[in-house]
Nanobody
Framework: QVQLAESGGGLVQPGGSLSLSCVAS????????MGWYRQAPGKERELVAI???????DYADSVKGRFTISRDNAKNMVNLQMKSLKPEDTAVYYC??????????????WGKGILVTVSS
């Protein structure tokens, strides 16, 4: 199994910056990709950014140019640096990791979620 420990949430003013961190433990050798999702009040969970083991990244259109995801394989860590934050970025952010269980099966693991509030 994979356990994900998140940190870095909190309150920030619009236009400000905040960084999130997630450390994976357990069956980390088989992790394929890591990323961040978020769920705002009354909305479905959505992808924010992902990064695979080789460093390839993908971002939601709403955060491109503002958020940067990075991965440190040696530390089994994925970070999300957020800048120019907007009130609509307010959400619970979840760390995600995909593990290759078999050549034809991938399992997803989730952190507990941390709250990011963008407000004056």
């Amino acid at each position: 199994q994979v356990q994900l420990a998140e940190s870095g949430g909190g309150l920030v003013q619009p236009g400000g910056s905040l960084s999130l961190s997630c450390v994976a433990s357990g069956s980390i050798f088989s992790i394929r990709a890591m990323g961040w999702y978020r769920q705002a009040p009354g909305k479905e969970r959505e992808l924010v950014a992902i990064v695979n083991k080789s460093g390839r990244t993908d971002y939601a259109d709403s955060v491109k140019g503002r958020f940067t995801i990075s991965r440190d394989n040696a530390k089994n860590m994925v970070n999300l640096q957020m800048k120019s934050l907007k009130p609509e970025d307010t959400a619970v952010y979840y760390c995600n990791a995909d593990r290759v269980a078999t050549p034809s099966e991938v399992m997803s693991y989730w952190g507990k979620g941390i709250l990011v509030t963008v407000s004056s």
